[in-house]
């Protein structure tokens, strides 16, 4: 597999970023379509409505957010394994709108994506 790895879809697209799939389910402020540099936008794949407005980027809830995404996930099994196929050939960024880079739906798609 080819490597698999998430971006701040506010940082400037590279060669090396592959295959860019945006993971928010809403368009991130600021970006034209144009700009973004998109192959793919999977808004199934990323949380839900209720569980984005519960989180609401407080660290203190990542956790918690972590073990609820996970679970969903458990029912985008077909989504994933799109995500690992184009993995296969080439290399997949994904992208996300969140400022806090430790703290976001990425790091936990990334984690069940390597697995």
């Known amino acids: 597999m080819n490597t698999i790895k998430i971006k ?3 940082e400037d697209p590279s060669k090396n970023d592959g295959y860019r799939i945006l993971i928010d389910r809403v368009w991130p402020r600021g970006v034209s379509k144009e700009n973004a540099k ?4 999977m808004k199934d794949i990323a949380p839900s409505n209720e569980l984005r ?11 918690e957010f972590a073990k609820r995404y996970l679970k969903a996930l458990n029912y985008k099994k077909e989504n ?3 995500v690992r196929k184009k993995a296969k050939d080439q290399a997949v960024t994904l ?3 969140a400022k806090d880079t430790e703290h976001n739906q990425g790091v936990v798609l990334l ?3 390597k697995k």
């Open 38 to 41: 998109l192959d793919d936008w």
């Open 80 to 82: 994933l394994m799109e």
């Open 95 to 97: 992208l996300y709108g």
């Open 53 to 63: 407005k519960w989180f609401d980027h407080d660290p203190d809830k990542f956790d």
């Open 8 to 10: 701040r879809i506010y």
């Open 111 to 113: 984690k069940v994506l």
